[in-house]
């Protein structure tokens, strides 16, 4: 009784035009994100340079047969998205875990269980997470890569300022090209991110709330560390 048809557009009939457009790109550039989430558990994991490639060669083809198979029988299925879902929170349950640990948010969310997991952080992201399942999802998209792109930025910022400063220094992955060639690759989703801002601001009803959104969690962010400094000194 499959009833969703998944090549209808979804926004058809709540985005149109260039608002559209922003949520489109949007959705392209989400399915894509998280490839470097996997360094925020990188301390839990024994050899990473070894263990990283066998997992993946490992996994790869049963990702990819978990995604065709349950589609051929349903497309209109949760079950991949459910599994998205588990993977992201596991990732970024460790970053209110660690600042946590670092004392710039309560010490309640570094509690471990037995299975030295920290089932606190997971718990409040959870929460966090289910109060934002309110929001419109072409809001919540467009607001996302915004603030990840962000953050990406910054981390690609960090790769070219090493590569200047420590151009010998390796980690358990390199990426086999030169200052200019890492510069290159750090500005092309930079461009594809200004873009969508400039399109997502001319859309009054999808972008520029999220776009709002967006600005006002960046400019809390530096305000909060601040307070969090003062209260751990």
Not at 78 to 103: E, G, K, T
Request: hydrophobic share 55%.
């Amino acid at each position: 009784h499959l009833a969703h048809l998944p090549w209808r557009p979804f926004a058809s009939g709540e985005a149109h035009g260039l608002g559209g457009l922003a949520v489109g790109i949007s959705l392209a550039l989400w399915n894509y994100i998280g490839w470097d989430n996997p360094s925020t558990v990188q301390g839990e994991v024994k050899d990473a340079s070894r263990s990283y490639p066998r997992a993946l060669a490992i996994a790869l083809p049963f990702v990819i047969a978990g995604y065709l198979l349950p589609l051929l029988a349903a497309l209109g299925g949760m079950v991949s998205a459910l599994a998205l879902f588990n993977a992201l929170l596991l990732s970024y349950s460790r970053i209110p875990f660690v600042l946590a640990s670092d004392r710039l948010l309560p010490q309640s969310l570094a509690r471990l269980d037995l299975r030295v997991t920290p089932w606190v952080a997971v718990v409040v992201s959870a929460v966090f997470y289910s109060l934002f399942v309110l929001v419109p999802f072409g809001k919540l998209v467009v607001a996302d890569v915004l603030l990840y792109s962000l953050a990406l930025f910054l981390e690609f910022g960090a790769l070219v300022r090493l590569r200047k400063t420590e151009p010998s220094l390796r980690g358990a992955f390199r990426i086999p090209l030169g200052r200019g060639g890492v510069a290159c690759l750090a500005a092309l989703p930079m461009i594809v991110l200004l873009g969508v801002i400039a399109i997502a601001l001319r859309d009054g009803e999808y972008g520029l709330p999220a776009i709002i959104g967006s600005a006002i969690a960046i400019a809390a962010g530096p305000l909060i560390y601040q307070i969090a400094r003062r209260s751990r000194a």
